[in-house]
């Protein structure tokens, strides 16, 4: 366990919320309740959590009654820490959890994500943010107005090879960035039933889900937010995409004068990056799958990590963000700017390709 002098310091000036006090005892790990029992929290986030060194899976929070004993059972859970939709609110007064991490389809994000902070819980909400700015905004304000910190499910975040984009994007050691591309999406046919294909309960097709990765690309790849955005949507397989969007291409500008691509789908695997430089460039393939990823430059060397949960990395980060107040690696303000991307991409498409103006400044950048 690291200092915590300052976090205790910031409680003792009421910066913190008083439940955050318990959390900061020597060598205790924050309690994470997951909220969605669903293939992303079994196959990925509870196995994480048996590795976290600052945080665990003291709970869970899930619609479906038979899933309370097979969790409990699994993981060691007390029923006094597993809840369901309409009992979640009492969680306010439960002390062993420190942290809701919502792992529901994206619209229902917003409502239990500011219900988590209406019961004093720090809030990891998965990505995409929500399926609106004014839902971002209402998460951001719900976990100001309660104190408690908000991180988004950006694993990538935490993972080394995308932050050794960012380290050579900032340093420059091939120059200034001229150009970045970022592919992001798989295929996808099995499930016409599936709430990822229902505009209602995704809020959006493979922009929203696999697209949001591929916006976060181009500006780590070229650390700037764009200065305006066209993009295009193309479908090939009407029926099975009655409400949501199959594949979106979209044109970034920067404002350095760098250009990017996107590029985001439900019909074809894609899962690349590119930025190329004055003098060079560097290449992920893959790029934002859960890896092991891949990485080279145009020197011929390689770029190589050794392989750890992203999850595990991300859901550490996150803890000692509210344990220590170390870095916000993915604040609600990311989640807010993507959503912000993501909208005018919409307008762009509906208004046949315009350029759509954007002013978000240094928003939600991360160095
Ligand atoms: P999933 O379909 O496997 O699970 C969804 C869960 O929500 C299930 O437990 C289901 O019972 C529950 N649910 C509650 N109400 C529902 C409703 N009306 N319709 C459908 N399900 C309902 O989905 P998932 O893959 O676990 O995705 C959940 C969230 O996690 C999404 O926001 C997704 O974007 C995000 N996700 C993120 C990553 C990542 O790499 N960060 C990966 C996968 C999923």
């Given at each position: 366990?690291?200092?915590?002098?300052?976090?205790?310091?910031?409680?003792?000036?009421?910066?913190?919320?008083?439940?955050?006090?318990?959390?900061?005892?020597?060598?205790?790990?924050?309690?994470?309740?997951?909220?969605?029992?669903?293939?992303?929290?079994?196959?990925?986030?509870?196995?994480?959590?048996?590795?976290?060194?600052?945080?665990?899976?003291?709970?869970?929070?899930?619609?479906?009654?038979?899933?309370?004993?097979?969790?409990?059972?699994?993981?060691?859970?007390?029923?006094?820490?597993?809840?369901?939709?309409?009992?979640?609110?009492?969680?306010?007064?439960?002390?062993?959890?420190?942290?809701?991490?919502?792992?529901?389809?994206?619209?229902?994000?917003?409502?239990?994500?500011?219900?988590?902070?209406?019961?004093?819980?720090?809030?990891?909400?998965?990505?995409?943010?929500?399926?609106?700015?004014?839902?971002?905004?209402?998460?951001?304000?719900?976990?100001?107005?309660?104190?408690?910190?908000?991180?988004?499910?950006?694993?990538?975040?935490?993972?080394?090879?995308?932050?050794?984009?960012?380290?050579?994007?900032?340093?420059?050691?091939?120059?200034?960035?001229?150009?970045?591309?970022?592919?992001?999406?798989?295929?996808?046919?099995?499930?016409?039933?599936?709430?990822?294909?229902?505009?209602?309960?995704?809020?959006?097709?493979?922009?929203?889900?696999?697209?949001?990765?591929?916006?976060?690309?181009?500006?780590?790849?070229?650390?700037q937010n764009p200065?305006?955005?066209?993009?295009?949507?193309?479908?090939?397989?009407?029926?099975?995409?009655?409400?949501?969007?199959?594949?979106?291409?979209?044109?970034?500008?920067?404002?350095?004068?760098?250009?990017?691509?996107?590029?985001?789908?439900?019909?074809?695997?894609?899962?690349?990056?590119?930025?190329?430089?004055?003098?060079?460039?560097?290449?992920?393939?893959?790029?934002?799958n859960y890896g092991?990823?891949?990485?080279?430059?145009?020197?011929?060397?390689?770029?190589?990590?050794?392989?750890?949960?992203?999850?595990?990395?991300?859901?550490?980060?996150?803890?000692?963000?509210v344990l220590e107040?170390?870095?916000?690696?993915?604040?609600?303000?990311?989640?807010?700017?993507?959503?912000?991307?993501?909208?005018?991409?919409?307008?762009?498409?509906?208004?046949?390709?315009?350029?759509?103006?954007?002013?978000?400044?240094?928003?939600?950048?991360?160095?």
């Amino acid at each position: 366990m690291k200092t915590i002098k300052g976090v205790g310091a910031m409680a003792a000036m009421g910066v913190l919320p008083m439940s955050n006090l318990a959390c900061q005892s020597q060598g205790r790990k924050l309690g994470v309740a997951l909220v969605g029992m669903g293939s992303y929290s079994t196959y990925q986030l509870a196995p994480a959590l048996q590795d976290t060194q600052h945080c665990y899976l003291a709970g869970v929070v899930t619609g479906t009654p038979a899933k309370e004993k097979e969790w409990a059972d699994k993981y060691g859970i007390p029923s006094a820490n597993i809840y369901n939709y309409e009992n979640f609110d009492a969680i306010a007064d439960n002390k062993d959890i420190d942290v809701v991490y919502v792992v529901l389809p994206n619209a229902m994000h917003a409502e239990f994500c500011i219900r988590a902070a209406k019961a004093g819980k720090h809030v990891i909400c998965e990505k995409p943010m929500a399926i609106s700015v004014k839902e971002c905004d209402d998460i951001i304000n719900a976990c100001n107005e309660a104190g408690v910190k908000l991180g988004v499910g950006y694993r990538l975040q935490s993972e080394p090879y995308t932050n050794e984009i960012k380290r050579i994007v900032r340093e420059k050691p091939f120059g200034e960035v001229r150009y970045v591309s970022a592919e992001a999406g798989y295929r996808s046919r099995s499930n016409p039933d599936q709430w990822r294909l229902d505009k209602a309960l995704a809020g959006g097709g493979a922009l929203l889900n696999m697209g949001v990765y591929a916006i976060q690309g181009a500006i780590y790849g070229t650390g700037q937010n764009p200065i305006s955005v066209s993009a295009q949507e193309f479908s090939t397989d009407p029926e099975y995409f009655k409400d949501t969007d199959e594949s979106i291409s979209a044109q970034f500008k920067f404002p350095n004068g760098a250009t990017g691509n996107i590029f985001t789908s439900h019909s074809a695997n894609v899962n690349r990056h590119y930025s190329a430089f004055d003098n060079g460039w560097l290449e992920l393939n893959p790029a934002n799958n859960y890896g092991p990823l891949s990485g080279r430059l145009s020197t011929g060397e390689e770029i190589k990590f050794p392989h750890e949960s992203q999850q595990k990395l991300q859901m550490d980060d996150f803890a000692l963000h509210v344990l220590e107040n170390a870095p916000n690696k993915a604040p609600g303000e990311m989640g807010k700017r993507d959503m912000i991307i993501c909208e005018a991409i919409y307008q762009s498409i509906a208004e046949g390709g315009r350029t759509i103006d954007l002013d978000l400044g240094r928003m939600g950048i991360v160095d």
